[in-house]
């Protein structure tokens, strides 16, 4: 191989490295742990050029996604010496130390990158995770409210129900839900898509604090920008679930699984809580294939196997434990994986 290809060869192993990042995240059958293996051992070729940020953040976040967070600190602190203010770098920090358990850590972290990255919703959305187990949901509500806020400010759209009337809602208990059936969305897809993360993320925190009829509006208006999104399903689901509503709930979270496979974790809980433990065992063993980090997924299948006087019930319960042990305040993925 000449001088000039051996230039761009640690930018190729980091190419091969995410791609194989990727195909494990998606749940590939039979690849899942081999390719989250083999993007770290492509990954490891940042050593070939240890002054590329670009790769040790990408190395720090597969070894993060894998769960050896102590490990994924050295990279990330090699990419930090070389860019102290990425927005990427300083939110995987922030994540690590919640991983940690170390929260307070983490949100003077989240606060340093807000400082300069004031408006981005990614931040915010951590925020209000780290807010409300912290501080509990109605702390975490008013950084929501901010949201809300710096999305109006950003986005001069017009739509049946102004969001700035729905920050006053929000304010203050909310009341009934606009019909917001005949909207008209104007703008690229993804200012919605943030929209609608905001209000269910809002809806999830009133439904932390009791506040169901608050909840409902809530996700009324993330359906009314996206009316068959899996994600308000699922949230219609654990609505109706808390509600003492187990059939409503069970026909939101099959809707949503039809949708996206991400539902399989609350429905077999559902299932489990129902007394449909055969049903539950099939669902979360799906839901631990394909979320092989998920301490709720394997907590679920624990309960589901108990259930069944399966001896297989304390070994799920033990994986569960140490995935709970490591798991950050959201999940390392938000982290873009990019050139």
């Not at 050295?74 to 927005?87: C, I, N, R, T």
């Not at 026909?251 to 039809?258: C, I, S």
Request: net charge negative.
């Amino acid at each position: 191989m000449g001088e000039e290809a051996g230039e761009f060869l640690p930018r190729a192993y980091l190419a091969l490295g995410l791609c194989f990042s990727r195909q494990a995240s998606e749940g590939k059958k039979l690849l899942t742990k081999k390719s989250h293996t083999t993007g770290i051992e492509t990954a490891h070729f940042f050593l070939v050029d240890p002054k590329d940020a670009k790769i040790s953040l990408n190395l720090a976040l597969q070894l993060a996604i894998v769960r050896q967070v102590s490990a994924a600190m050295e990279p990330l602190q090699a990419a930090l010496s070389l860019h102290g203010d990425d927005l990427h770098s300083l939110h995987l920090l922030t994540l690590l130390l919640s991983a940690q358990k170390h929260h307070c850590h983490a949100l003077e972290t989240l606060n340093l990158a807000l400082s300069q990255h004031p408006d981005n919703l990614n931040l915010l959305l951590t925020k209000v995770k780290l807010e409300e187990a912290m501080f509990g949901p109605a702390a975490a509500l008013q950084t929501c409210e901010e949201m809300l806020q710096c999305w109006l400010s950003h986005h001069d759209v017009s739509s049946h129900s102004s969001p700035s009337v729905a920050v006053s809602r929000l304010d203050a208990a909310l009341s009934e839900v606009s019909d917001m059936s005949s909207t008209r969305r104007h703008g690229p897809p993804h200012i919605w898509i943030t929209l609608e993360r905001v209000w269910l993320q809002a809806g999830e925190l009133f439904m932390a604090d009791c506040r169901f009829k608050e909840a409902q509006y809530c996700i009324a208006e993330a359906a009314s920008l996206f009316p068959n999104s899996h994600s308000v399903l699922l949230q219609r689901g654990r609505l109706a679930e808390l509600r003492g509503q187990p059939d409503d709930a069970k026909g939101h979270y099959d809707e949503a699984l039809a949708i996206h496979p991400t539902g399989e974790r609350v429905l077999g809980r559902l299932l489990v809580n129902t007394g449909r433990a055969h049903l539950a065992e099939k669902v979360l063993r799906d839901a631990v294939q394909f979320h092989s980090t998920s301490h709720e997924a394997w907590s679920g299948l624990g309960e589901a196997l108990q259930a069944l006087g399966s001896s297989q019930a304390p070994d799920c319960f033990l994986t569960a434990l140490e995935l709970e042990a490591s798991c950050p305040i959201r999940p390392f993925t938000i982290i873009p994986r990019e050139l």
